[in-house]
C-alpha cells in the first residue's frame, strides 16, 4: 500500500509539473500579456490618457477632495485599498528578489511592460465586476469575475471553475505558504517559535475577516497606507542616497533586458528570453493582472459608475510594480548582491542590509514582509468567501473563514508541502476562464467606457 501511495504520489507530481509548464509558461504569459496589449489599445490606453481621471478617482477619494456617489457596502477608497492590499504582499519583495536573482536586472524591464499593460486588464476587470455585480442574502454588494463570465458568458460550469481554483489557491498559497514564510522569518530573526507567532498571526487575522468586508474596509484603509508608504520612504531613501549610482542600475537593467548576461559570482547567468520569461511572471504574479481575483473587493465599493472603481486597478498595478517592486530590484540591483548566492527573502535582506547597517536591513524586510503578508491575509480570503457563496451559498460563508483561520496554523506548523505546486497551477488556471471573459467581453466593455461620462471626461482632461 505504502508503495501504491508513493507511485500516485509520483504520478501526480508529475502530471503538474507537466501541467504547471504550459500555465505558467510562454504560451500563457503571451496570453495575459497579450490580454492586456489589447484592452490597451481597445480601450484607447486609458493607463497614459485618463491620469486626470485616475487620479480623482483615486488620491480624490484618499485625500476627501472626492466623495462616494451611488450604491455600495463600503467607501469607494476603502475597497481600493484593500485590494491593493491583496496584491501587495511577501511577492514585492521574495518575488523580485527572485526574478533578479534568476533573471539578472533585465529581468525587472519586463516586469515594468507586463506592469504597463497590466494596468488596463485590471481596469477592465474592475468595470465588468462593478456592471454584473449584485447584492447577496446579507444585503452587501457582490461581484467579480465569477459573476462577469456566470452573467455575460452565460457559462455556469466556467464561473465555478474559477471558484474552485480560487479557493484552492488562495486557501494554500494564501493562508499556508505566506504564514509558512512569515513564521520562519521571525523564528530566524527573533528566535520565536513558528507555532506561536502562527497563533498571534491566525488572532489578529480572525479578528479582521469575521467582521466581513466592512471591517477588512477599515483595517485596509489604514494599513496599506501606512506600510505602503514607510516602505517606499526607506526604499527612496536609500536610491537617493546613492544617486551617483542610479543611472548605472539603469544602465544594467536596459542592457540586461535586450543582451544575454554571463555568469558573475554566484549568478548563474542568463538568457534574453530568461530574463523575459521570468521577468514578465513574476511581475504578473505580483500585480495579478488577469487573474481576476481583484473585481472582487472593489465590488464592495460604493461607486455609481464602473468606471470610477475600475480607475483604481491602474493605481493598484503602478503602486505594486511600478513603485514598490521598482524600489525592492534597484535596491538589490545597486547592493550589487545579485551576483551571490543568495535568493528570495535572504538576498533581499542582504542587499537592505548593504545600506542599512547593525542589522537594521534584515528587520526592515522583516517587518515589511509581516506587514506585506498580513495584508493579504486579510484580504484574500475574501476572493474564497465570495466563491464559495457562488457556488453554495451564504451558509458556507462562516466554515471558509473558519477553515482559513485554521489553515493559517497550518502554514505556521510547514503542512501541506506537497500541494504547494498544486497551488501554483490552480493560481495560474484561475486566469483562463476570466481572461476568456474579458476578451470576449470587450465589445460590452468599450460600450461602458464610452457611455461613461467619467471615461469621457478623464479624456478631456488629459487631453
Known sequence: MERFFDILSEWITNANDFVNEIVWGPIMIALLLGTGIYLTLRLGIPQLTRLRAINRATFGKLFGKTSDTGDGTIASRK?????????????????????????????????WLS???????????????????EKNARGEYVGGAMYYIYKGLKSKWMAYFFCLMAIFSYM??????????????????WNIAPWISGLVIAAATAVVILGGVKRIGDVCDKLTPIMSVIYIIVGLGIILLNIQHVPGAFREIFVGAFTPQGAAGGFAGATVMQAMTVGLARGLNSNEAGMGSSPTLNCAATVEDPVEQGYWGVLEVFLDT??????????????????????GTALAMVAFGTFLKGGLGNIFIMISTILFGYSCLITSNY???????????????????????AFIMVGALGGLEFVWDLADTANGLMAIPNLIGLLLLSPLL??????SAKYSRGKKQAD
Open 79 to 111: 475597497a481600493g485599498l484593500a485590494s491593493i492590499a491583496c496584491v501587495v504582499g511577501t511577492g514585492n519583495i521574495t518575488g523580485v528578489a527572485t526574478a533578479v536573482h534568476a533573471g539578472g536586472p533585465g529581468a525587472l524591464f519586463w516586469m
Open 115 to 133: 506592469a504597463f499593460f497590466g494596468m488596463a486588464t485590471k481596469f477592465a476587470e474592475i468595470i465588468l465586476g462593478i456592471y454584473f455585480r
Open 172 to 189: 494554500v498559497c494564501g493562508a499556508i505558504v505566506d504564514t509558512n514564510s512569515i513564521c520562519l522569518g521571525i523564528q530566524e530573526q
Open 322 to 343: 511600478i513603485i514598490i517592486c521598482t524600489i525592492t530590484g534597484l535596491v538589490i540591483v545597486l547592493s550589487g548582491q545579485w551576483t551571490t548566492a543568495n535568493d
Open 383 to 405: 476572493l474564497c468567501e465570495v466563491s464559495a457563496d457562488f457556488m453554495w451559498g451564504p451558509k458556507s460563508v462562516l466554515p471558509i473563514r473558519l477553515v482559513w483561520i
Open 446 to 451: 468599450v460600450k461602458i467606457c464610452r457611455s
